[in-house]
């Protein structure tokens, strides 16, 4: 049903009170009627425009809102782009400690212990003949 048809219908409640209103207001001739309607038009749109008002307060709360997690948001990401530098820098110096572990073993591989070096010179004494 058209919803102008919906708003047109009246139920038997209303019509009573509107009479009743009628009554109370002496009113009896239809512009008599006509200025009760139209003061209580005029209500209703008072009413409206008060709503439409709230409305609005809400929706600019709902923006405020929006900004705010706009906010959070960025500053997440600045995080999230801060984080991922440091990362990187303790990724190159992990990398780094791991190059100069491996310089330590592959000198310590190539260096003689100290039993080797006495034995060494001890044989190159007798060669020599100096023992």
């Known amino acids: 049903m058209n919803s102008w048809l919906k708003l047109a219908k009246i139920d038997i409640e209303t019509k009573k009170n509107i ?8 009113i009896s001739t239809i512009e008599d009627l006509a200025t009760m309607l139209q003061g209580e038009f005029l209500s ?5 425009k008060d709503v439409h008002k709230q409305f609005k307060d809400v929706h600019n709360q709902f923006k405020d809102v929006r900004n ?13 782009e801060k984080m991922d530098k440091r ?3 303790v990724e190159k110096r ?3 400690l791991e190059v100069g572990q ?21 044989k ?8």
């Open 19 to 26: 009479i009743v209103d009628m009554k109370k207001k002496q």
């Open 94 to 96: 992990m990398k780094d």
């Open 87 to 89: 990362f990187d820098g």
């Open 68 to 80: 705010q997690f706009k906010d959070v948001h960025k500053q997440f990401k600045d995080v999230h």
């Open 44 to 48: 209703i749109q008072e009413q409206f």
């Open 124 to 131: 190159v004494d007798r060669k020599l003949g100096l023992v």
């Open 102 to 122: 491996d310089d330590i073993k592959i000198r310590l591989d190539n260096v003689p212990y100290r039993f080797e070096l006495a034995e060494l010179e001890k």
